[in-house]
């Protein structure tokens, strides 16, 4: 079954550009554009798309808390692409709960991997940001003197995975580490996000930070 994606970006060229090329992919289609973030949410909603490629900066709700409906009520996964690589925009989405963060720099080929990744449940983070951002989120994040609340429930697989998350490994190369299937890391993930009442994997990638655990 084809990859179900909603494009949501202000400018109409643009969107009109990322289309073209996610249409343009196998397995993947474009179910519908949005102008600004109350659009996305209501489309998205109503057409229960597995991808919202989301921009940050739109009029009337913006793609920071278009991606804070969208996840907080399981509607779908958001993969935010934005211009600007500023850490209020990094953190922001990565706060919502989006499962990727990418710049419109990023080359098409990157675009449609990230799309199929995050449809797959993995994450993606641009590059050039990724250890920088998970370690400066965890550094801005309130510490607390014990250990996070549900992190004693996960069973040693899953601290294990969460591990792999926190080093920021995709679930093909958690699965490869742990010897264990991708489909099972899928489950693991899962259960992890549930146990620790986490949104995405990306979240769950800063626990294991602030835990020490990597």
Known sequence: MSIRVLVADDHAAIRAGLCLILDGADGIEV?????DGAAAVRKARALR???????????????IEATRRLVGDGVCAVLV?????????VYGALRAGAAGFLLKSVD??????????V??????IEPS???RLIRAFAEAAPRV???????????DRERDVLVGLGEGLSNQQIGRKLGIGEATVKTHVSRVLTKLDLRSRVQ????????GLV
């Open 31 to 35: 179910v519908a554009e949005a102008g």
């Open 129 to 131: 940001v990724t250890r």
């Open 49 to 63: 798309p597995d991808v919202v490629l989301m921009d940050v900066r739109m009029p009337e709700v913006d793609g």
């Open 119 to 124: 449809a797959g449940g993995d994450g993606v």
């Open 108 to 117: 098409s080929a990157r675009l449609i991997e990230s799309v199929r990744l």
């Open 204 to 211: 769950a990638a800063v626990l294991a930070q602030e835990a």
């Open 145 to 155: 003197p014990e250990p996070p609340p549900g992190l004693d429930l996960l069973t």
């Open 81 to 89: 692409l934005t211009t600007f690589d500023m850490d209020e925009y």
